[in-house]
């Protein structure tokens, strides 16, 4: 029978990283006088926007990219500590 804590232990980690993220970006939307937080996130050089009258299409390619970078880098860095 396999064991299954390990996996357990990672999800429980990726759920509460992703709360403390998620309570991060809503905390620095309503700081008063910042705006709308990360408002740059959206709109990095590379994003695809494109609008027609009743049709806008929107593809965030860099910061997709941007995203995954990080991740993966943090997830290599978690990685390297747990072996």
Sequence with gaps: M???GGLGKVLILSGLALVAV???CVGLGTLPGGGAGWGWLGRLPGDVLIKNDNVTFYFP???SLL???LLTMLFYVFSKGSS
Excluded: A, D, F, V
């Design 2 to 4: 396999p064991e299954w």
């Design 22 to 24: 998620g309570l991060l």
């Design 61 to 63: 390619l860099t910061t």
């Design 67 to 69: 995203i995954s970078l």
